[in-house]
């Protein structure tokens, strides 16, 4: 079993790879692909592991998840591979080890971090070659993720939402703000104490400009989950 770093404590993100023995094929076939991801959610779900983003290649996989508890990543990841190593070795008649260690584990410790995670992991098939956008590969939860947020815990979707990556700029965000409270002649006290104008300005800024709800949060002063409600009320 892995041993983890102090600073673990500190996160509850964390990126997992593991690839296969001498940076050999794993996943012969999409069969396989599809066995050690009906295990890879069966298991995650058993273990009280969120699986936030997923992509799986022939010979390695690349997985984000949130955990409160290294101990249950360690049992999740122990039992995965190691039921997809007697899957793979009886289909194909083989002996021996399938993955390389057991895996690799990096804590997440800031937004940027976890943003660029997500891109790394999504972008694998386009590095590869495989395709020429993340969307149109099949073996990860790219689409899934952007559309439904499946995998996301409710209160996480516009924390750590992956969509608003790009234009979650931390300057472009105060800058827009403030030309909306001078265009109207308003300031933030104001807003925040009518709440129809509260509404109108979380509105005009998640929806045209593409703020993140954790933004708009942080500049009203205000908590992500209030924020959440008004806009989605």
């Known amino acids: 079993m892995p041993r983890f770093p102090r600073t673990y404590i500190k996160t509850i993100f964390f990126h997992i790879i593991t690839q296969g023995i001498n940076k050999s094929y794993i996943f012969e076939r999409s069969e396989d692909i599809k066995f050690y991801l009906r295990m890879m959610k069966k298991l995650s779900k058993e273990q009280e592991v969120k699986i936030l983003a997923y992509c799986v290649m022939n010979n390695h996989t690349h997985m984000l998840v949130k955990t409160n508890q290294t101990e249950k990543m360690s049992k ?33 410790y800031n937004e940027k971090h976890l943003y660029n995670c997500v891109r790394y992991i999504y972008n694998n098939p386009v590095k590869a070659g495989i395709c ?17 947020y499946k995998e996301i815990n409710e209160n996480l979707i516009d924390e750590y939402s992956f969509i608003d990556i790009e234009d979650d700029n931390l300057r472009k965000s105060e800058n827009v703000i403030k ?48 924020v959440r409600r008004i806009y989605i009320k």
Do not use: C, H, P, W
Not at 86 to 108: A, D, H, L, P
Not at 190 to 215: A, M, P, Q, V, W
């Open 76 to 108: 999740f990841m122990q039992r995965l591979n190691t039921t997809y190593g007697i899957y793979y070795n009886q289909k194909y008649n083989r002996v021996g080890y399938v993955f390389r260690n057991r895996y690799k584990s990096e804590g997440i």
């Open 132 to 148: 020429s956008q993340a969307k149109e590969y099949q073996y990860s939860n790219y689409k899934e993720l952007n559309s439904k």
């Open 179 to 226: 030309e909306i409270l001078r265009k109207y002649n308003k300031n933030l006290d104001d807003i925040r104490k009518n709440k129809k104008e509260l509404k109108e300005f979380i509105t005009i800024l998640k929806k045209k400009e593409g703020i993140s709800l954790r933004k708009i949060a942080d500049e009203l002063k205000l908590s992500r989950e209030s």
